[in-house]
């Protein structure tokens, strides 16, 4: 190599060398695990989060290539994959291969440092130790078997029994009519079961029962759909046993995170709800009574037409009960008040039809007992 050559690549590398140690400070002032890599796999600066994930001292990982941590795990051609998009902002679930041999559950979100001339073969991952939630969802699949079997064994006959021949002689349907009656309760017993850590334990699902079976006699379904949305409408928080106290209770504003895992409550009811018939719609409902008209609500997104009728009509009944009431967030609404949101909220985040028939049931007095 020239002399020129060898100035040109020694003032290269002092003007790498400044931006590289700024890098390196503010990844040591990351409260989750943070590396500085290069386009071949070389860890040129780990912090000491990252190093204490892997179990080595920061000596051993910083000059290491990952190729060698992950030579004989599937890992490897998951690392080249990523080496190979360098230029491309990642984010995936991985795993930390620790030096005990464990796998420490991860998200790696990857960056290129800057773009082209400074830097460009650079790369900072930064890694969140996602453990404690991985162990969180294996409980609560547990948790959902249970449940699941819970429904199956106590709610499966309820609607056999729904169809029940008018030939039994009368000691059998009265049997039959018990037995409905019994499973009918357990429904409730497990609707109440998702709103126990509330101050008002089964009142809630009562009147949502009530109020959804009346909008939907408004809107012109037939008695029996009526019966099945406002039953089904019980279990429309049932997920809600999969959210922490401390999130259900909190007085102040959500958190980023805390509001990612009470909105998971949709999901996680519709996973808990027995895979029969008979829960088709509170299955639909669970899922889909936070979804908006206008498509900004959630899980899915969804809008218009495409939530299901029985979600639209239980999303409205669940949000103008849970304005008139008190809750550890906030007072109790009037009655005006929460009439006047529906009617704002009309087109935006409920059906323009649901709402109209919810108003008139308001005007017309129909559910002055439900609303004081």
Same mark, same amino acid.
């Given at each position: 190599?020239?002399? %020129?050559?060898?100035?040109?690549?020694?003032?290269?590398?002092?003007?790498?060398? !400044?931006?590289?140690?700024?890098?390196?400070?503010?990844?040591?002032?990351?409260?989750?695990? %943070?590396?500085?890599?290069?386009?071949?796999?070389?860890?040129?600066?780990?912090? %000491?989060?990252?190093?204490?994930?892997?179990?080595?001292t920061?000596?051993?990982?910083i000059?290491?290539?990952?190729?060698? !941590?992950?030579?004989?795990?599937?890992?490897?051609?998951?690392?080249?994959? $990523?080496?190979?998009? !360098?230029?491309q902002a @990642?984010?995936t679930?991985f795993y930390?291969?620790?030096?005990?041999?464990?796998?420490?559950?991860?998200?790696?979100?990857?960056?290129?440092?800057?773009? $082209?001339?400074?830097?460009?073969?650079?790369?900072?991952?930064?890694?969140?130790?996602?453990?404690?939630?991985?162990?969180?969802?294996?409980?609560?699949?547990?948790?959902?078997?249970?449940?699941?079997? =819970?429904?199956?064994?106590?709610?499966?006959?309820?609607?056999?029994?729904k169809?029940?021949?008018?030939?039994?002689?009368?000691?059998?349907?009265?049997?039959?009519?018990?037995?409905?009656?019994?499973?009918?309760?357990?429904?409730?017993?497990?609707?109440?079961?998702?709103?126990a850590?509330?101050?008002?334990?089964?009142?809630?699902?009562?009147?949502?029962?009530?109020?959804?079976?009346?909008?939907?006699?408004? =809107?012109?379904?037939?008695?029996?759909?009526a019966?099945?949305?406002?039953?089904?409408?019980?279990?429309?928080?049932?997920?809600?046993?999969?959210?922490p106290?401390?999130?259900?209770?909190?007085p102040?504003?959500?958190?980023?995170?805390?509001?990612?895992?009470?909105? %998971?409550?949709?999901?996680?009811?519709?996973?808990?709800?027995?895979?029969?018939?008979?829960?088709?719609?509170?299955?639909?409902?669970?899922?889909?009574?936070?979804?908006n008209?206008? &498509?900004?609500?959630?899980?899915?997104?969804?809008?218009s @037409?495409?939530?299901?009728?029985?979600?639209?009509?239980?999303?409205?009944?669940?949000?103008?009960?849970a304005?008139?009431?008190?809750?550890?967030?906030?007072?109790?609404?009037?009655?005006n008040?929460?009439?006047?949101?529906v009617?704002?909220?009309? &087109?935006?985040?409920f059906?323009?039809?649901?709402?109209?028939?919810?108003?008139?049931?308001?005007?017309?007095?129909?559910?002055?007992?439900?609303?004081?």
């Amino acid at each position: 190599m020239s002399k %020129a050559e060898e100035s040109t690549e020694s003032a290269m590398s002092r003007s790498l060398l !400044l931006p590289l140690d700024q890098v390196a400070a503010v990844l040591d002032a990351l409260n989750c695990g %943070a590396l500085l890599l290069d386009r071949s796999g070389r860890v040129l600066h780990a912090n %000491a989060r990252l190093c204490e994930m892997f179990g080595l001292t920061c000596e051993e990982l910083i000059g290491d290539n990952l190729h060698r !941590l992950y030579r004989a795990e599937n890992g490897s051609r998951h690392l080249d994959r $990523a080496l190979e998009s !360098l230029d491309q902002a @990642t984010e995936t679930e991985f795993y930390i291969l620790r030096s005990d041999g464990t796998k420490l559950p991860v998200i790696l979100s990857g960056r290129q440092l800057f773009e $082209a001339p400074r830097l460009p073969e650079h790369r900072i991952i930064t890694v969140v130790d996602v453990s404690r939630q991985k162990h969180a969802e294996d409980q609560c699949r547990d948790q959902y078997r249970e449940l699941s079997k =819970l429904s199956d064994t106590c709610i499966e006959q309820t609607i056999e029994l729904k169809t029940y021949s008018s030939a039994l002689e009368e000691r059998v349907r009265e049997r039959t009519a018990e037995l409905h009656e019994a499973n009918i309760e357990a429904v409730f017993m497990l609707g109440v079961a998702s709103e126990a850590k509330d101050s008002d334990t089964g009142a809630h699902v009562r009147r949502i029962q009530h109020y959804s079976t009346a909008i939907a006699r408004k =809107l012109g379904l037939s008695d029996d759909q009526a019966e099945r949305i406002g039953l089904s409408a019980v279990l429309h928080d049932v997920g809600k046993i999969h959210v922490p106290d401390r999130i259900l209770k909190k007085p102040g504003k959500l958190t980023k995170e805390e509001r990612a895992i009470m909105e %998971a409550h949709t999901v996680a009811g519709e996973h808990i709800l027995s895979r029969k018939k008979f829960f088709d719609i509170a299955r639909r409902i669970a899922r889909s009574h936070h979804e908006n008209w206008d &498509g900004s609500g959630y899980p899915d997104g969804l809008s218009s @037409t495409a939530i299901p009728l029985s979600a639209r009509i239980v999303h409205i009944a669940d949000v103008f009960d849970a304005l008139v009431s008190e809750r550890v967030y906030k007072p109790a609404w009037t009655v005006n008040r929460a009439e006047q949101h529906v009617r704002n909220a009309s &087109g935006r985040s409920f059906d323009p039809e649901v709402a109209a028939a919810f108003l008139g049931l308001l005007s017309s007095g129909e559910l002055d007992a439900l609303v004081g």
